[in-house]
Nanobody
Framework: QVQLVESGGGLVQPGGSLRLSCAAS????????VNWYRQAPGKERELVATITSAGSTNYVDSVKGRFTISRNNAKTTVYLQMNSLKPEDTAVYYC???????????????WGQGTQVTVSS
């Protein structure tokens, strides 16, 4: 069974930084893409950033130039570096993997449990 676990959320002042981590339950031998979504209270879930198996990245316009999605060389973790945070970035952030193969397990559409990010003075 493939599991994704997010960490790194917390309370930060406007202008501050956080790095979110999405750790898989083992080495990711193959994947289609990994996404970071966020959902603020009363709002729909929003796709924030994507990284593909080829290393291509894409971002929603509101975070371009401030957020960076990356993966570690050990192929176990995907990160979301968030700089110049704004109060409107406050949300629960979720990691989502498409067509993940970890060990002998395939997960077509995996989700983590989410991590809260609060940007407030």
């Amino acid at each position: 069974q493939v599991q994704l676990v997010e960490s790194g959320g917390g309370l930060v002042q406007p202008g501050g930084s956080l790095r979110l981590s999405c750790a898989a339950s083992g080495i990711i031998s193959s994947f289609n893409r990994v996404n970071w979504y966020r959902q603020a209270p009363g709002k729909e879930r929003e796709l924030v950033a994507t990284i593909t198996s080829a290393g291509s990245t894409n971002y929603v316009d509101s975070v371009k130039g401030r957020f960076t999605i990356s993966r570690n060389n050990a192929k176990t973790t995907v990160y979301l570096q968030m700089n110049s945070l704004k109060p409107e970035d406050t949300a629960v952030y979720y990691c989502n993997g498409k067509d993940l193969i970890v060990g002998l397990f395939l997960c077509k559409d995996c989700w983590g449990q989410g991590t809260q990010v609060t940007v407030s003075s």
